[in-house]
């Protein structure tokens, strides 16, 4: 009877046990606390990144619930990540979920962070409850950041590679023997047209220096010259301006004498007048031209006896001859 009594004893023990080991089991696999109630929140993510069942999860550096599992969405893209939370703990719906590390290599964990200040006083969208799904921040990927690296690398081993090729084709062009020696050569004769050119520079100098009395007094005649420019100019503007009357009325009269000019070649192109006349009138031009030749003729005559008035004395014109013939007068 004894032993049946201590039997029934060692069992009770092994069950309590089992039972206790059931709970430990559920409260590391399922996320469920004991004697505390959770809600459940279904966090979509990218990718676990890691992330184990049994995950804390941690907000400002206090764990506030687990990781229940993990399941991969339909479209293969996403993964829904359940996990449970104090019912004490009441997180906002604009909260940040994240997956992060406890140090370089630490267990992953999912962080709850609060939404900036200016959007948790601005925005108050109320809290999560159970069955709610969230979006999550996608993780630090630390093998896309190796081989972003290792690409980074690559690029820089090949610019490194390039500017030695670059470095070598300067060495073999640019600093060759050749172009050391003419860029010597360059430099000298460089040298070379600089003392010429200083040469240059002082010969000039002491020509200035040697002839700077006759530059100045060259300088104080064109200075005289320009004086007695401005003077003579000022006593013609001076004249201009004393004669300026007689100037002007000098001026008037010929103005008007142009004017009766051009009036009278007016009236000689009209026909006006005596003038006129024998320009336009060809009967009174023909009587005009008569006119001169008997005067022609008259002063001819008028000659002629002058002439033998000079030569014969006036008793000698006063007594005819007998037989003389008279000359004709020529004819016009």
Known sequence: MNDSRYAGRVGVFVAVGLVLIALLILNFSKGVTLFQGTYTVHLVMPTVAGLKPSADVMMAGVPIGKVSGTELEADGRSVNITIGIASKFKVRK??????????FLGDQYVEVSPPPLA??????????????TVQGKEP?????AFQSTSDLLDEARKAMKDIDQAVTNVNRTVLSDQTLKSFG???SNLSSVTSIGIQTV????DLIHSNTPAI??????LQAVSEKINAIADKL????TTNSGDIHESVKNLRDTTASFKQIASDLQAGNGLAGS?????????????LISNANSVAYEFSAFGSNLNQRGIWSMLWKPKHTERKDAPAH
Do not use: C, R, W, Y
């Open 94 to 103: 604009d909260a940040i979920f994240s997956i992060d590390s406890a140090g």
């Open 119 to 132: 959007q948790a006083a601005t925005n108050n969208p109320g809290f999560l409850h159970n069955g709610d």
């Open 140 to 144: 630090f990927n630390m093998l896309a």
């Open 185 to 187: 050569e360059a430099i």
């Open 202 to 205: 002082q010969e000039a100098d």
């Open 216 to 221: 100045t007094s060259a300088v104080t005649n």
């Open 237 to 240: 503007d001076g004249v201009i």
């Open 278 to 290: 024998l320009l336009k009138d060809q009967e009174m031009k023909a009587e005009a031209a008569a």
